[in-house]
C-alpha cells in the first residue's frame, strides 16, 4: 500500500524559506512522477510543481517558477519542496502525489495518491 506523508509546514515571515518533505512508503516514489499541489482556503486546488521519474526534470507552475525547487532522495525515499521568497498567497495546505500514468502531470484528477497536507502560512 502506497502511502506519502507530508512535514514541514509552519508559519514564516515574507521573504523566508521553508523545505517541504514527503516520504513515501510502500513503493519506490522515483517510479512515480510526484507532484506537489496545495489549496488555499476557500480556492480550488493548483498544481505548484512535479519531478518526473526517476528524476529525469521538473516542471512549475509560472506562480512559483524560480522561487521554488523539487528534488528528490532516492536513499530516504523522501521528495522536497524547497520555498525561498515566499509572499503571503503562497499561504494554503500543501499536499503531495504520486502519478503512476503518464501525460498531463498538471492535473490533480491525474494522481494515483495523496498525502494528508501540510500547512504552510506566511505572514505580511
Known amino acids: 500500500q502506497v502511502q506519502l506523508v507530508e512535514s514541514g509546514g509552519g508559519l514564516v515571515q515574507a521573504g523566508g524559506s521553508l523545505r517541504l518533505a514527503c516520504n513515501a512508503s510502500?513503493?519506490?516514489?522515483?517510479?512515480?512522477?510526484m507532484g506537489w499541489f496545495r489549496q488555499a482556503s476557500g480556492k480550488y486546488r493548483e498544481f505548484v510543481g512535479y519531478?518526473?521519474?526517476?528524476?529525469?526534470?521538473?516542471y512549475y507552475a509560472d506562480s512559483v517558477k524560480g522561487r521554488f525547487t523539487i528534488s528528490g532522495d532516492n536513499d530516504k525515499n523522501t521528495v522536497y519542496l524547497q520555498m525561498n521568497s515566499l509572499k503571503p498567497e503562497d499561504t494554503a495546505v500543501y499536499y503531495c502525489?504520486?502519478?503512476?500514468?503518464?501525460?498531463?502531470?498538471?492535473?490533480?484528477?491525474?494522481?494515483?495518491?495523496w498525502g494528508q497536507g501540510t500547512q504552510v502560512t506566511v505572514s505580511s
Open positions: 510502500g513503493t519506490t516514489f522515483s517510479n512515480y512522477v
Open positions: 519531478i518526473k521519474r526517476y528524476g529525469m526534470g521538473t
Open positions: 502525489a504520486a502519478d503512476r500514468h503518464y501525460g498531463d502531470y498538471d492535473r490533480s484528477a491525474n494522481y494515483d495518491y
